[in-house]
């Protein structure tokens, strides 16, 4: 069984730009979920997805947004990126909602902005 | 809102030593526990978990955790560590109906020396 998958593995940005991660579940999954782990901030929860919603966020500013796809892959944009946002990225995905919470994770997208 | 402590930042061991990682938990209501581990250059990968029912779970690689309600704790233990065992180990809680956000520990680096 393929893991979660996340693309691309490094991406670097300049401040002001906007950066877009993807993250594919593991197959038979329909929750996804990303975090942040950053430099002394340890991981954070970001974005929850079920079958296409919204589900709860974390608490980090707006133009911090994703999306679900049909296929239950998901996006996480970022916009009016800051320096600040140089972290690890992390994707997971879970049964659906109702059935257990353990969450597996993708390998990250290491974003860097300079 | 709910946080997790591990109090131990780093460890050194040698081989064939025990472990007891601590985790403590801040929160009043029912919750689902996780030790995840992140092993050098890999994703991080679920240990063991504790939903409900026997307080002693066992995971992989021969880990354990017991789940202590009254202490609010959920320490993992080995009773002999391996130098693969060398990794950084994340205590994590999701409060029941807690919206699945998986709230992590700061985490433990363990180092085993041969």
């Known amino acids: 069984e393929a893991g979660v998958t996340q693309s691309p593995t490094h991406l670097i940005k300049t401040r002001g730009q906007q950066a877009t991660l993807r993250c594919s579940p593991i197959?038979?999954?329909?929750?996804v979920y990303w975090y942040q782990q950053a430099l002394g901030l340890g991981l954070q929860f970001l974005l929850w997805?079920?079958?296409?919603?919204?589900?709860n966020r974390g608490n980090f500013p707006p133009r911090f947004s994703g999306r679900q796809f049909p296929n239950y892959s998901s996006e996480l944009n970022v916009n009016a990126l800051e320096l600040e946002d140089s972290a690890l990225y992390l994707c997971?995905?879970?049964?659906?909602?109702?059935?257990?919470?353990?969450?597996?994770f993708g390998p990250g997208t290491r974003l860097t902005v300079t | 809102a709910q946080s997790v402590s591990q109090h131990n930042h780093h460890v050194i061991l040698s081989e064939a030593a025990s472990l007891e990682l601590g985790c403590n938990y801040s929160?009043?209501?029912?919750?689902?526990l996780f030790w995840y581990v992140q092993y050098p250059g890999q994703h991080l990968q679920l240990l063991l978990k504790?939903?409900?029912?026997?307080?002693l779970v066992k995971g992989i690689k021969g880990f354990e955790a017991e789940f202590i309600k009254s202490k609010f704790s959920f320490n993992l233990r080995k009773p002999s560590v391996q130098w693969s065992d060398t990794a950084e180990y994340f205590c994590?809680?999701?409060?029941?109906?807690?919206?699945?956000?998986?709230?992590f520990g700061t985490g433990t680096q363990l180092k085993v020396e041969l």
């Open positions: 997971a995905s879970s049964r659906e909602l109702g059935r257990g919470y353990e969450q597996y």
């Open positions: 197959s038979g999954h329909t929750s």
């Open positions: 997805y079920d079958e296409g919603e919204e589900r």
């Open positions: 929160y009043g209501g029912t919750v689902n």
């Open positions: 504790y939903f409900s029912g026997d307080p």
């Open positions: 994590a809680v999701i409060p029941t109906g807690g919206g699945n956000k998986l709230t």
